[in-house]
């Protein structure tokens, strides 16, 4: 996926039609709770050779309070701030009218990239209405016609140039990984910078408040929160300067078990979440103080710990706690007995609402991220595994002990060591993990996915695997 495309627009005209026909099927949308804003389908659409995602939204209305209707609208410009490009479609046949002049001035003023479209442009009907489009100020209008199909290579040609521009940038924006070590380079940890900002995800289950830590951090109400579960969609970037520190921080939805995840739009969602930790730098996995780690709760902080990410696991509502300090006595206990890969990562009390806890989390943050980022040189490692190996011999499978000859690290982001061995397929998991919990305390690692690798010495006896050959052709040449 390239870019996203949000339809936005008045009720009725026509955008769950051409919805349904870029996705290429209908998306209906499911929602059993009454008064919840749910009303933005996600798919993915494609346009000739062109991929990319595309939002359908609740029709523009006039209402601003709190009403249902209002609500709508300001999921609607949430949409409108959260897509690439927005696709404006006005009905042909009817004109422009007062309320799309004033959608119009919004996306103006809100938009990234505006497509004016006017639907429903078949037929001479249309020809006064596509006319009156350009009084928008918008540029030159899309004749189309989503029940029919026409205007479709049009748009074609519209979006491809957009879209190899977004590819670009997607591909700035994604997090340095698994950066290869150059021995002779100086160790420096480099700031983010604003051209180049720490990037971070907020993660956990549904109604844990992630949202909400969001719009405290930022300052203000820049994400739609709300006592319902499940309100945010897709994962969205806000860019912020956090006390000096310039950081894109991604807000996810919530990520339910598999088994309770049926709507094809949260399946859509959950996917979108999974996609912005690949994208993150650190991942902040956030509990409730009421229900923590729970099972769903452990594969979120396992998938980030597998994906290589530097992780903080945030505790919210935590002004709500009543006896504090025995119960994160329970949450430590607890965070090391079911996450020991995690062994070390920093466990932070925060509460969303009331904005206690977020210098800590900030710190906790930037901590991790050095440590992500954190270099040894191949001197202090070899005196290291030195030690270890004197403390702990390696096992003796078939009474030949696998040797340790040297280590070295070989990336960052996260750390990963190489050690040259004899036999490394004979090496048991347990001696990697001595020594990778090793490295975590004598090397001040705590919490941050470290990659251990063993492997073959390169210069090996050349004869090691030649078949000797049998003793009658032995005498032959005698």
Same mark, same amino acid.
């Given at each position: 996926?390239?870019?996203?495309?949000?339809?936005?627009?008045?009720?009725?005209?026509?955008?769950?039609?051409?919805?349904?026909?870029?996705?290429?099927?209908?998306?209906?949308?499911?929602?059993?709770?009454?008064?919840?804003?749910?009303?933005?389908?996600?798919?993915?659409?494609?346009?000739?050779?062109?991929?990319?995602?595309?939002?359908?939204?609740?029709?523009?209305?006039?209402?601003?309070?709190?009403?249902?209707?209002?609500?709508?609208?300001?999921?609607?410009?949430?949409?409108?701030?959260?897509?690439?490009?927005?696709?404006?479609?006005?009905?042909?046949?009817?004109?422009?009218?007062?309320?799309?002049?004033?959608?119009?001035?919004?996306?103006?003023?809100?938009?990234?990239?505006?497509? #004016?479209?006017?639907?429903?442009?078949?037929?001479?009907?249309?020809?006064?209405?596509?006319?009156?489009?350009?009084?928008?100020?918008?540029?030159?209008?899309?004749?189309?016609?989503?029940?029919?199909?026409?205007?479709?290579?049009?748009?074609?040609?519209? #979006?491809?140039?957009?879209?190899?521009?977004?590819?670009?940038?997607?591909?700035?924006?994604?997090?340095?990984?698994?950066?290869?070590?150059?021995?002779?380079?100086?160790?420096?940890?480099?700031?983010?910078?604003?051209?180049?900002? #720490?990037?971070?995800?907020?993660?956990?289950?549904?109604?844990?408040?992630?949202?909400?830590?969001?719009?405290?951090?930022?300052?203000?109400?820049?994400?739609?929160?709300?006592?319902?579960?499940?309100?945010?969609?897709?994962?969205?970037?806000?860019?912020?300067?956090?006390?000096?520190?310039?950081?894109?921080?991604?807000?996810?939805?919530?990520?339910?078990?598999?088994?309770?995840?049926?709507?094809?739009?949260?399946?859509?969602?959950?996917?979108?979440?999974?996609?912005?930790?690949?994208?993150?730098?650190?991942?902040?996995?956030?509990?409730?103080?009421?229900?923590?780690?729970?099972?769903?709760?452990?594969?979120?902080?396992?998938?980030?710990?597998?994906?290589?990410?530097?992780?903080?696991?945030?505790?919210?509502?935590?002004?709500?706690?009543?006896?504090?300090?025995?119960?994160?006595?329970?949450?430590?206990?607890?965070?090391?007995?079911?996450?020991?890969?995690?062994?070390?990562?920093?466990?932070?009390?925060?509460?969303?609402?009331?904005?206690?806890?977020?210098?800590?989390?900030?710190?906790?943050?930037?901590?991790?991220?050095?440590?992500?980022?954190?270099?040894?040189?191949?001197?202090? #490692?070899?005196?290291?595994?030195?030690?270890?190996?004197?403390?702990?011999?390696?096992?003796?499978?078939?009474?030949?002990?696998?040797?340790?000859?040297?280590?070295?690290?070989?990336?960052?982001?996260?750390?990963?060591?190489?050690?040259?061995?004899?036999?490394?397929?004979?090496?048991?998991?347990?001696?990697?993990?001595?020594?990778?919990?090793?490295?975590?305390?004598?090397?001040?690692?705590?919490?941050?996915?470290?990659?251990?690798?063993?492997?073959?010495?390169?210069?090996?006896?050349?004869?090691?695997?030649?078949?000797?050959?049998?003793?009658?052709?032995?005498?032959?040449?005698?």
């Amino acid at each position: 996926m390239t870019f996203s495309l949000a339809i936005v627009g008045r009720p009725n005209v026509g955008k769950s039609t051409l919805f349904n026909r870029l996705v290429g099927k209908r998306l209906a949308l499911v929602d059993n709770q009454p008064g919840v804003t749910r009303d933005l389908r996600e798919g993915q659409a494609r346009l000739g050779d062109l991929r990319f995602t595309v939002i359908d939204t609740a029709g523009l209305e006039e209402a601003t309070d709190e009403s249902l209707r209002g609500r709508m609208r300001k999921l609607t410009e949430r949409a409108v701030d959260m897509a690439d490009v927005c696709l404006f479609m006005i009905d042909a046949r009817i004109g422009v009218t007062p309320m799309d002049e004033i959608f119009a001035d919004i996306l103006r003023k809100r938009a990234k990239v505006v497509i #004016l479209g006017a639907n429903k442009g078949e037929g001479f009907a249309a020809d006064e209405g596509v006319l009156e489009a350009w009084n928008l100020g918008l540029g030159e209008p899309l004749r189309l016609s989503a029940e029919h199909g026409e205007g479709m290579s049009e748009l074609l040609t519209v #979006l491809m140039p957009l879209a190899d521009d977004f590819s670009e940038r997607s591909k700035l924006e994604m997090a340095e990984t698994d950066i290869n070590i150059d021995e002779h380079e100086e160790e420096i940890y480099r700031l983010p910078m604003r051209m180049k900002p #720490l990037q971070v995800a907020v993660v956990g289950r549904p109604n844990a408040g992630k949202s909400t830590l969001i719009n405290k951090i930022s300052g203000e109400d820049r994400l739609l929160t709300g006592p319902e579960a499940g309100i945010t969609r897709d994962a969205i970037s806000l860019q912020i300067d956090w006390s000096g520190v310039p950081m894109r921080v991604f807000d996810t939805a919530g990520m339910r078990k598999r088994a309770k995840v049926q709507e094809k739009l949260e399946k859509l969602s959950v996917g979108d979440g999974l996609r912005a930790v690949k994208f993150a730098e650190v991942v902040v996995v956030l509990l409730d103080a009421e229900i923590p780690f729970e099972q769903q709760d452990l594969r979120i902080a396992d998938l980030a710990e597998r994906e290589g990410r530097a992780v903080v696991i945030a505790v919210n509502k935590w002004d709500v706690e009543g006896e504090k300090q025995q119960k994160l006595k329970k949450l430590k206990e607890a965070f090391e007995r079911l996450l020991p890969q995690l062994r070390g990562a920093p466990l932070i009390t925060v509460s969303a609402k009331s904005g206690r806890g977020l210098d800590r989390l900030k710190e906790a943050i930037m901590r991790a991220h050095d440590v992500w980022n954190r270099r040894i040189t191949t001197a202090q #490692l070899n005196r290291w595994l030195s030690g270890m190996v004197e403390a702990h011999p390696p096992p003796a499978p078939n009474g030949r002990r696998v040797k340790l000859r040297y280590m070295t690290q070989v990336k960052t982001r996260p750390p990963g060591f190489v050690v040259m061995c004899s036999n490394p397929d004979k090496m048991p998991e347990s001696y990697s993990r001595y020594l990778v919990n090793g490295m975590r305390q004598d090397f001040d690692m705590p919490g941050t996915p470290i990659r251990l690798y063993m492997r073959s010495q390169a210069n090996q006896n050349p004869y090691k695997d030649r078949k000797k050959p049998a003793f009658s052709k032995l005498k032959k040449h005698l």
